[in-house]
């Protein structure tokens, strides 16, 4: 993933993505499951933490990466 500085990273992961939002597919009233909002914070949350340890954010990381392997396990519940 790059980021640009003069993009936000909403801006940076929607045109990624390639579509206005992918969190509005995983959306319950759109169908979307816990376990598939599930997999997309742990992606997401797994990313995020990998950003701020690249910018010596170990706090923010380190919550980042509790997120990610919280989401992580009820995905595969």
């Known amino acids: 993933m790059s980021f640009s500085p003069r993009k936000g990273v909403a801006e940076t992961l929607t045109a990624q993505a390639g579509q206005p ?3 509005g597919a995983l959306d319950p009233a759109n169908g979307g499951s816990r376990a598939e909002t599930a997999a997309y914070v742990s992606q997401m949350s797994g990313e995020l933490a990998a950003l701020a340890r690249l910018c010596s954010l170990d706090s923010v990381a380190y919550f980042l990466e509790m997120a990610r392997r919280e989401a ?3 995905e595969q519940e």
């Open 21 to 23: 939002s992918e969190a």
């Open 72 to 74: 992580s396990s009820i």
